[in-house]
């Protein structure tokens, strides 16, 4: 009986070793090619800069792409924009959980909800955080972006990245984050930005779900 037990774990070790092998070996290459030289920095009375980024910061995430601007419409109103994109096996970073990210540098998060958003003919939910720090107050929205669609949820993130390796798709994933210092109470602007720009994330990230 003992000798039963021990073949059967190590049949199921070898399954496990050589299913592991597979799912590495075999990942498909992405031929997605990502090129954003030219997003936009002005689009309909909003003018963006690109913002100097952290070196460490970079080197720490390890994107494939990265792009990061502070954007001002003609009421002055400041909307910052972030995302990155990683080509999965062949580039070993991922994107960081706002959940951890955001307390880790200092911000404190108030309030967590859900808002919706079009992208061409559909909506998604995507995450968003009131963050506070010194007496200010900002909304932060965000989301990744996988081969199974969009989410806010970290689990659900990494169930998606999962199944795409159990399924030998493309593993590659981005994230955004767009962060509004306006008034809270008021997300005309957010709004605003958000329409013009998320389809320009789309369209330069090249996704195809």
Not at 45 to 70: C, H, K, Q, Y
Request: glycine residues 6%; hydrophobic residues 40%; charged residues 25%.
């Amino acid at each position: 009986m003992v000798k039963k037990t021990f073949v059967i774990f190590l049949l199921v070790q070898i399954l496990v070793f050589l299913f592991g092998f597979a799912i590495k070996r075999f990942q498909p290459d992405v031929s997605n090619v990502v090129n954003i030289d030219d997003f936009p920095l002005e689009k309909d009375g909003w003018i963006g800069a690109r913002d100097d980024l952290i070196p460490e910061m970079v080197e720490m995430l390890n994107p494939s792409v990265i792009f990061s601007a502070t954007y001002t419409n003609r009421e002055g109103v400041p909307v910052h924009l972030f995302f990155d994109y990683f080509r999965g096996q062949s580039n070993p970073g991922g994107p960081h959980s706002p959940r951890n990210c955001v307390p880790g540098s200092g911000w404190t998060i108030l309030e967590e909800t859900e808002r919706e958003i079009k992208i061409d003919n559909r909506f998604i939910e995507i995450g968003s955080f009131n963050i506070n720090r010194g007496g200010s107050t900002m909304i932060m929205d965000f989301w990744y972006i996988t081969r199974y669609g969009e989410t806010a949820n970290d689990y659900i993130f990494k169930l998606y990245s999962m199944i795409s390796s159990l399924t030998f798709k493309p593993n590659d994933v981005a994230f955004v984050r767009i962060i509004y210092n306006g008034d809270e109470e008021d997300l005309r602007f957010l709004d605003e930005f958000e329409n013009l720009f998320v389809e320009e994330i789309y369209r330069h990230l090249n996704f195809e779900l």
